[in-house]
């Protein structure tokens, strides 16, 4: 399958400099792994758990928060009723 899109100037600034900041080579590959993360964050809202970045140190921890996220857990927590 061959998927076309049509970004602006900065978009294609960020997936540079994330492609620079994760030694990934290519839009495919970046694609892929953002695939990948995305589809183990719903897995895990679905199961009713949060998806945050935690730091040891202090004990604290952020919650990822995003409409696609939240989408995704109504729609399992619909599912089972």
């Known amino acids: 399958m061959k998927i076309e899109l049509e970004i602006s100037k900065d978009t294609e600034r960020a997936l540079e400099s994330l492609r620079r900041a994760t030694g990934l080579t290519t839009d495919k590959d ?4 953002a695939l990948t993360i995305l589809d183990w964050a719903i897995e895990e809202v679905r199961k009713g ?3 945050a970045a935690v730091d ?3 004990k604290q921890y952020r ?3 995003m409409s696609v996220l939240e989408h995704a857990a109504s729609a ?3 599912s089972r009723s």
């Open 30 to 33: 970046l694609f892929n792994n």
């Open 49 to 51: 758990h949060s998806i």
């Open 56 to 58: 040891k140190t202090r």
């Open 63 to 65: 919650e990822l928060r």
């Open 76 to 78: 399992e927590s619909l």
